[in-house]
């Protein structure tokens, strides 16, 4: 029941507030598992809403599934949880896009502020700081980013930026005179990279039976498909890595992997 991550370690279930995930190798499995938490459910006077609950085929198609007479349990492509958009090809392309998304309004909703030359640049960082980033880099520790997603975040960076000098497209002026302008000296490509080496390094230091170091380790067991294979977010961070001259094992050394990883502040 449930994955097989090592040494006899199964995972199987995810809880969180009142909402709980079942994590099964097939739909067999799945099925069982269901079964045997409705029963357990209603000994204990709960029940499930069948409205709400879903489930996902990572990597194929499914049909919905009949836990009981009462209940069938519908198949979805895409959910989100925790604020998440999960998709069933198991990467995180749509996560990302619809973060873009809710980028681009954001932008929207601060446009006057923007544009505002009563407003000092200062202000217009800490909007950045404090909303445009909290929106748009929710959970991206655990993004997988390809080139056609890099160009489309460097973008929407830009357009908070291009509004915030002032400068319309119009004027034809270069991006990287706009973030001297700004004194935008990191990109939002930047972020997204110290943060993912700062979440690494804090899973590494963890000890081996930890769930989280467990999860990081696994691979699937699984044929790989014809193709080259996609880019995996361990491979960015060994590439963030390298480009910092950081080694594997820097991180138990908290205060290095710290600076290495470019925050400053020591304590």
């Not at 049909?63 to 009981?68: A, F, I, K, N, S």
């Not at 890099?150 to 004027?171: N, P, Q, T, V």
């Amino acid at each position: 029941m449930g994955i097989e991550l090592k040494n006899d370690t199964y995972l199987y279930t995810l809880h969180f507030a009142d909402d709980q995930v079942a994590v099964a190798q097939d739909r067999e499995d799945l099925e069982f598992m269901s079964r045997k938490l409705f029963k357990e459910y209603a000994e204990w006077g709960l029940t499930v809403n069948c409205s709400k609950t879903k489930y996902m085929c990572i990597g194929e198609k499914g049909t919905d599934l009949e836990v009981d007479d009462s209940c069938i349990v519908q198949y979805c492509s895409v959910y989100t949880y925790l604020g998440t958009k999960i998709s069933q090809s198991g990467r995180t392309e749509e996560e990302i896009l619809e973060r873009i998304i809710k980028g681009k309004k954001v932008i929207g909703c601060l446009n006057s502020l923007l544009w505002s030359t009563n407003i000092s640049i200062e202000r217009k960082h800490l909007l950045y700081n404090a909303i445009f980033k909290s929106v748009v880099l929710y959970r991206c520790e655990t993004w997988q980013i390809n080139k056609t997603l890099e160009r489309k975040l460097l973008a929407l960076e830009m357009d908070f930026w291009r509004r915030s000098a002032g400068k319309s497209r119009i004027e034809r002026i270069t991006h990287e005179r706009i973030r001297e302008i700004m004194g935008a000296k990191k990109t939002i490509l930047d972020e997204i990279e110290q943060r993912q080496l700062i979440w690494h390094g804090h899973v590494e230091r963890m000890a081996d039976e930890r769930l989280p170091k467990q999860i990081l380790k696994w691979t699937p067991a699984e044929r790989r498909k014809k193709g080259r294979p996609k880019a995996t977010r361990i491979e960015r961070i060994n590439r963030a890595m390298s480009e910092r001259n950081l080694l594997p094992g820097d991180w138990e050394d908290r205060r290095q992997w710290r600076l290495g990883t470019g925050r400053r502040r020591t304590l």
